[in-house]
């Protein structure tokens, strides 16, 4: 996962560049393993068993 421009990520299923605020996280409970998500590849993909999903994942951000 990279940071952008201090506050844009890119999604890890359709690589879109997406603000950290429009973008969600899929943190995977047993290892540290965390994909970023737009709203669109999260309503396609969901939230697959033994990941968290994380709304807000602002604190990313660079000032």
Known sequence: MEILDG???ECSKC???IDLEDA???NKQT???FKPLCTDCL???GC???FELERDITYFARQ
């Open 7 to 9: 506050n844009r990520i």
């Open 24 to 26: 969600v996280g899929l």
């Open 43 to 45: 309503e396609k993909v």
């Open 48 to 50: 697959p068993p033994g």
């Open 15 to 17: 690589e879109e560049v």
């Open 31 to 33: 290892r540290s393993m």
